[in-house]
């Protein structure tokens, strides 16, 4: 049984891979605590939310930063030292991958959510645990209150390289819709100054929560990737004030104009057989500018060359396995 006034890192950690029926409590506030599973957590008030909000982190095992700064908030609140008007579900994505340190186990589990997880082996723990995470968040989203008028999802990662720029968000993409200032706001606030638009449905926790469930998501991308104990949390200020005040219920400033910068998907770059050749350097950062002509990829008659404007790359990873994404390339837009 779990005990709330446990730190839940620790908790999740020690339990990695176990399965846990729901247990509640009720704060001194009236705020219902709900340990639903291993690394999954909901608060509940008892005044009538006005959001529905879910924070996960560690759906890659070794981005671990946004862990150390959500367990923190998590045990403020549960020492009823950080105020709860909204109702909030956190997850640890996956913690067996967390417990090894590394970005997956045995597949990346931020490649198997709209349901593709059905897809796959099902015998496999991140497969099981990807199935699980959308049955969690679709119930969140379907026991809310009428009170409740949005839904919001922060997906927090780190980036394996450095970058140009050094926090940024994905913007999954919805037919017909556009970066609300609500949300600006909420990037602003955080000090996530770059957006990255999707221009096409993708597969990732943020898509599901966007497409499936009409949340307002992000990928945000905090920083790099640095195993437990080694990160400097004063570079994550921004991030953790602003959860905090969305926890709170309190209003986010609107943001002066230009205060995020936008980039949308031009080309995804697919590790398409074994054949395939990539032409960007291991040391090259995110958000690093080609020029026109600049040959990205190759495989036989197929290749990508950089267009009329300048592109920039983010998450150039050639070790993907064959037909998954090995990079997205980039060009700057107005919002
Ligand atoms: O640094 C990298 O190459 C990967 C960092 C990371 O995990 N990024 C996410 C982005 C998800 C999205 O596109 O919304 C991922 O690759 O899963
Ligand atoms: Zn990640």
Same mark, same amino acid.
């Given at each position: 049984?779990?005990?709330?006034?446990?730190?839940f890192l620790a908790h999740t950690l020690a339990n990695a891979g176990a399965e846990?029926?729901?247990?509640?409590?009720?704060?001194?506030?009236?705020? *219902?605590?709900?340990? &639903?599973d291993t690394g999954i957590?909901? =608060?509940?008030?008892?005044?009538?939310?006005? #959001?529905? /909000?879910?924070?996960s982190c560690g759906v890659h095992g070794n981005e671990t930063a946004p862990i150390e700064?959500v367990n923190?908030?998590?045990?403020?609140?549960?020492?009823?030292?950080?105020?709860?008007?909204?109702?909030?579900?956190?997850i640890f994505g996956n913690p067996l991958a967390m417990v090894a340190g590394e970005r997956f186990v045995d597949i990346n589990m931020n490649r198997l959510?709209?349901?593709?997880?059905?897809?796959n082996d099902?015998t496999l723990p991140e497969v099981k645990r990807a199935?699980k995470l959308?049955?969690?968040?679709?119930?969140?989203?379907?026991?809310?209150?009428?009170?409740?008028?949005?839904?919001?999802?922060?997906?927090c990662h780190t980036a394996i390289?450095?970058?140009?720029?050094?926090?940024?968000?994905?913007?999954?993409?919805? *037919?017909?819709?556009? &970066?609300?200032?609500?949300?600006?706001? =909420?990037?602003?606030?955080?000090?996530?100054? #770059?957006? /990255?638009?999707?221009?096409?449905?993708?597969?990732?926790?943020?898509?599901?929560?966007?497409?499936?469930?009409?949340?307002?998501?992000?990928?945000?991308?905090?920083?790099k990737a640095r195993p437990f104990g080694e990160n400097?949390?004063?570079?994550?200020?921004?991030?953790?004030?602003?959860?905090?005040?969305?926890?709170?219920?309190?209003?986010?400033?609107?943001?002066?104009?230009?205060?995020?910068?936008?980039?949308?998907?031009?080309?995804?770059?697919?590790?398409?057989?074994?054949?395939?050749?990539?032409?960007?350097?291991?040391?090259?950062?995110?958000?690093?500018?080609?020029?026109?002509?600049?040959?990205?990829?190759?495989?036989?008659?197929?290749?990508?060359?950089?267009?009329?404007?300048?592109?920039?790359?983010?998450?150039?990873n050639?070790k993907v396995p064959?037909?998954?994404?090995?990079?997205?390339?980039?060009?700057?837009?107005?919002?």
């Amino acid at each position: 049984m779990f005990s709330p006034h446990k730190d839940f890192l620790a908790h999740t950690l020690a339990n990695a891979g176990a399965e846990h029926s729901a247990s509640h409590s009720i704060l001194s506030a009236g705020t *219902e605590v709900t340990f &639903l599973d291993t690394g999954i957590i909901r =608060f509940e008030p008892n005044t009538a939310a006005t #959001t529905s /909000l879910v924070i996960s982190c560690g759906v890659h095992g070794n981005e671990t930063a946004p862990i150390e700064i959500v367990n923190k908030i998590i045990s403020d609140l549960l020492d009823e030292e950080q105020k709860c008007t909204q109702r909030v579900l956190f997850i640890f994505g996956n913690p067996l991958a967390m417990v090894a340190g590394e970005r997956f186990v045995d597949i990346n589990m931020n490649r198997l959510f709209c349901g593709d997880w059905q897809h796959n082996d099902l015998t496999l723990p991140e497969v099981k645990r990807a199935a699980k995470l959308e049955a969690y968040v679709a119930n969140f989203f379907a026991e809310e209150p009428v009170t409740v008028t949005q839904r919001l999802h922060c997906d927090c990662h780190t980036a394996i390289r450095e970058s140009a720029r050094q926090k940024f968000a994905v913007y999954p993409f919805v *037919e017909g819709r556009e &970066l609300p200032q609500s949300q600006q706001d =909420f990037l602003a606030q955080a000090q996530v100054n #770059t957006v /990255l638009l999707q221009r096409k449905p993708a597969n990732t926790f943020s898509s599901f929560t966007s497409l499936k469930q009409q949340a307002e998501s992000f990928t945000l991308e905090l920083g790099k990737a640095r195993p437990f104990g080694e990160n400097n949390l004063r570079e994550f200020t921004g991030i953790d004030n602003t959860l905090r005040k969305l926890i709170a219920g309190e209003p986010l400033p609107t943001c002066m104009e230009g205060a995020v910068e936008a980039f949308e998907v031009c080309h995804e770059v697919n590790r398409s057989s074994e054949a395939w050749q990539f032409f960007i350097a291991d040391d090259v950062a995110n958000f690093t500018e080609f020029k026109t002509g600049a040959l990205i990829e190759q495989d036989g008659e197929r290749e990508y060359r950089v267009g009329d404007a300048p592109e920039y790359i983010v998450f150039p990873n050639p070790k993907v396995p064959v037909g998954h994404r090995a990079g997205l390339m980039l060009k700057k837009v107005g919002l």
